[in-house]
Nanobody, 121 residues
Framework: QVQLVESGEGLVQPGESLRLSCVVS????????IGWFRQAPGKEREGVVC????????HYLTSEIGRLTISPDNAKNTVYLQMNSLKPEDTAVYYC??????????????WGKGTLVTVSS
């Protein structure tokens, strides 16, 4: 049974940083595309960043490249999302998603339950 468990929920002020974690069990990172997605209040879920199964990184929020950074730790079967210089518009529930075939911001095969990030002064 594949499970994705996010952590790192928090209330932070604008400009601060936060790191989210997603622990994957039931399948190894070597065999999935893995990514972070978010859903802001009143909006549809959108992709943040995803690592396809074979190569490269897919950035859905091209204006945020370098500010929102994904990094996998295959030894721990965990993927992180480092978020710097947080803005109020980053407020959302952040989801980890995995798929044996590829990145799809709307239709990943496996989803975590999400973790809430609130950016507010």
């Amino acid at each position: 049974q594949v499970q994705l468990v996010e952590s790192g929920e928090g209330l932070v002020q604008p400009g601060e940083s936060l790191r989210l974690s997603c622990v994957v069990s039931g399948i190894t990172l070597d065999y999935v595309a893995i990514g972070w997605f978010r859903q802001a209040p009143g909006k549809e879920r959108e992709g943040v960043v995803c690592i396809p199964r074979y190569e490269g990184v897919r950035h859905y929020l091209t204006s945020e490249i370098g500010r929102l950074t994904i990094s996998p730790d295959n030894a721990k079967n965990t993927v992180y999302l480092q978020m710097n210089s947080l803005k109020p518009e980053d407020t959302a529930v952040y989801y980890c998603g995995a798929d044996r075939y590829g990145c799809d911001q709307y239709d990943m095969e496996y989803w975590g339950k999400g973790t809430l990030v609130t950016v507010s002064s």
